[in-house]
């Protein structure tokens, strides 16, 4: 991932920003795969969501990133803050020189991204059941950059924007769905932070609010009186056999599955199977 190399330069005088572990680089990797030529851009979009992290870390309180200690657990706060700026900052004179459209493009996705971690803070405030506002959420925070970086690229590559669009906001909320998935089913190891995290931080993710649809009575009022709590490995076990009995583990799994077919869809005349390739992987991962 060349784009990274490009990113490192950047910041390279920058010494807390040494201590940043890299992650999957889907992004840059899906803006490289359409526009090969197009390293810069990755390399700055990746600046972007790494500064994103950066605050989130700060507002989500978390102590690991990526199975390593978070920049605010390192140094605090305000350094986390800080240095979130600057890599924004720097990306943003960079996505200057990429003209006008890419730069509307991947900035108004920063836009809906920022209004989509407020949505997710204040959606975490009580336990939340209307899935389309979970779907708008993570459609805001997490598909806007993904969107935005596949329409970017085929911008610069002269390609129809809105094919790609539609493929990159169709991997991006599988990819959450997923990622909301794994904080259930994987462990700690594996996830690089303790697993079960999102409900104890009031995240109602989409097997929450379908577990507590199909549950009885009697085990909704058992699940509301663990909302937001620390769990015990007795309590996790409970919220992860009755999503296990009452199928929805697989029920969200074929949701995200299906979004992947609808992505690999809207670009399959184009014949890119790198594209294919990691449609496929955001829902086959363990971590
Ligand atoms: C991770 O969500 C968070 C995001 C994808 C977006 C965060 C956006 C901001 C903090 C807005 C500020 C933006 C900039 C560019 C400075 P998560 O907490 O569900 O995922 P995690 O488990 O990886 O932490
Ligand atoms: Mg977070």
Redesign the pocket.
Known sequence: MQFYDILDDMFKDFEEYKDIHKGKGVRGTLITTISPKSNKLAAVVEA??L???????V??E?DL?RGFPSINAKYGDFTAVML??II?SRAFYELIDFGEKIAKTVSNA?YL??Q???E?VNLSKEMNLDKNKYLNMIYK??AS?IEASCKAAAVAEGLNENDFGLYGKNIGIAF?II??LL?VTQDEKTLG?PSM??FKEG?MTLPYIYLYEKLDEADKEKLKSLYKKDLSETEKNWIKNKMNELGIISKCYSEAKELVENAKKAIQKYNIPKLEIIANKIVDRKF
């Open positions: 972007i969501h500064a994103s992290l950066l605050h989130d870390d507002i989500d978390a990133r979130g700026d924004y920063v991204l920022s989509g971690e407020l997710d925070k997490t950059l959450q990622d909301d904080d932070k995290l999102d995240k």
